[in-house]
């Protein structure tokens, strides 16, 4: 039977509790276990797929198509597992199946309430995701506390008590600020986290100390006498320059020896000389680049969160310091192309909504015109697309009727119906709801043979990622490969177009898919790899 680890938070919100937990994840695969990972989201949303970025940060889009919190990127990346639909439950989705079986007459009459049946749903979904895991971490987002996070908080109350002292281990991540004025860190608010998590029920077994500072000794030990937590599992979680050390600094504290002491489990030594390579590719490059991030979300880290550890992960394997220089496309409307000026690359990423996408479509032409090499990706593509008909094939009013709906040529148009993986249509149009009505998660694309986009990957058949509504409207198909456009990449059944490149470009290229969400630090990404090293040749030609 699996065993399960539950990571709670306290104190504050965007203390690392997706990355600690993938972290340990990765320590205990390399001590060959296998394992699973949840995360159990408080917010009423059904999932995050119509929440802003700036409030929620980048949605992560899984192989079977959910659309998820972030998190699930870090547990992909950390871990190389290939999460789920059922990685994923949020309090929407927990109440919408408990009213499902309600309105099915499931409860038999029954009065529905929070305790038992919204608890017993949430353990029944965490019970049934487990994967025969040897493992399965489970995170809950939020901090202790928060109103809406107490039916979770209960509900893995009470997993711990059904699974047993030895099945169930609990984690709990806190804050240890540093006073500068009292030149002294502080371990009042970690107790009263603490305080307010027994308080309901649960005892953690470990605390992560997240803190600036090394915690002296003494300061160990006072937290451990008063959160009842043995001195040597309390944690110090200190801050480090790449998330990529973490995994090495929380070994060198013992966290993984304390879990499988915990689980009276015999395994082998950690093996952790991958992520020893990683660290150092990343503190050792022998290139560096400049890529111009051309996006509308742009002050929010999180936003891109995947894109920038795809550049990461390709700065890795190509030996690159990957510089990310943020520009905002709106910028590029009101005051011109200087912000584009000694760009080594220049990247479009995803996203929704007219805001700032003439911005991102002068920027194509910058890129275009200039042969400074170009990745687009999601809107990317298409904005490549509407820039270069307009352009070259000479339709001035070009557009997507996503953000003009009356345009007379709409070469990126909305298709009405659309087959989901179940083969079910599913409509698609302007009064459908947002959520839930995008082609969404992996597809298969067969690549043209010789073009850029097929020796980037070095097969003809791929497997990508897609989040996205609107589409390449092929009534313009022939008029644009007339013009020179290079359709490189194309759906199983030839309908949709999945990449678009230039042959009389270093390397301009472009795709409908979001390549960034199956980039792993261990093996990079060969389309991100591709562009980094055309930048690098591009660089290399200026200084020449």
Known sequence: MSRFIFITGGVVSSLGKGIASASLGAILQARGLSINMIK???????????????????????????????????????????????????????????????????????????????????????????????????????????????????????????????????????????????????????????????????????????SEHPIPEDERKKIALFTNVSPDSVISALDVDHIYKIPRELHEQGLDDIVVKKFNLEVPAADLSDWDNIVDSLQNPKHSIDIGFVGKYIEHTDAYKSLNEAFAHAGIHTHTQVNIV??????????????????????????????????????????RTNNVPYLGICLGMQVAVIEYARNVLGLKKAHSTEFNPKTPEPVIALITEWKDREGNIEVRDEDADLGGTMRLGAQTCKLVPGTKSQKAYGV??????????????????????????????????????????????????????????????????????????????????KSN
């Open 40 to 210: 159990l989201d408080p917010y009423i949303n059904v999932d995050p797929g119509t929440m802003s970025p700036f409030q929620h940060g980048e949605v992560f889009v899984t192989e079977d198509g959910a659309e998820t919190d972030l998190d699930l990127g870090h547990y992909e990346r950390f871990a190389s597992i290939a999460c789920k639909q059922s990685s994923n439950f949020t309090t929407g989705r927990i109440y919408e199946k408990v009213i499902a079986k309600e309105r099915r007459g499931d409860y038999l009459g029954a009065t529905v309430q929070v305790i038992p049946h919204i608890t017993d749903e949430i353990k029944n979904s965490v019970l049934a995701s487990t994967n025969d895991a040897d493992i399965v971490l489970v995170e809950i987002g939020g901090t202790v506390g928060d109103i809406e996070s107490l039916p979770f908080m209960e509900a893995i109350r009470q997993l711990g008590v059904e699974l047993g002292h030895d099945k169930a281990l609990f984690i709990h991540l806190t804050l240890v600020p540093y006073i500068a004025a009292a030149g002294e860190i502080k371990t009042k608010p970690t107790q009263h986290s603490v305080k307010e998590l027994r308080s309901i029920g649960i005892q953690p077994d470990i605390l992560l100390c997240r």
């Open 460 to 541: 003809e058949t791929i497997y990508e990622r897609h989040r996205h509504r609107f589409e390449f409207n092929n009534n313009y198909l022939d008029a644009l490969q007339n013009a020179g456009l290079v359709i490189s990449g194309v759906s199983v059944d030839n309908e949709l177009v999945e990449m678009v490149e230039l042959s009389d470009h270093p390397w301009f290229v472009a795709c409908q898919f979001h390549p960034e969400f199956t980039s792993r630090p261990r093996e990079g990404h060969p389309l991100f790899n591709s562009f980094v090293n055309a930048a690098l040749k591009y660089k290399q030609g």
């Open 326 to 367: 943020k520009i905002d496309s709106d910028s590029l409307e009101d005051q011109g192309m200087e912000a584009l000026l000694n760009l080594d690359a220049i990247l479009v990423p995803g996203g929704f909504g007219s805001r700032g996408v003439e911005g991102k479509i002068k920027a194509v032409n910058y890129a």
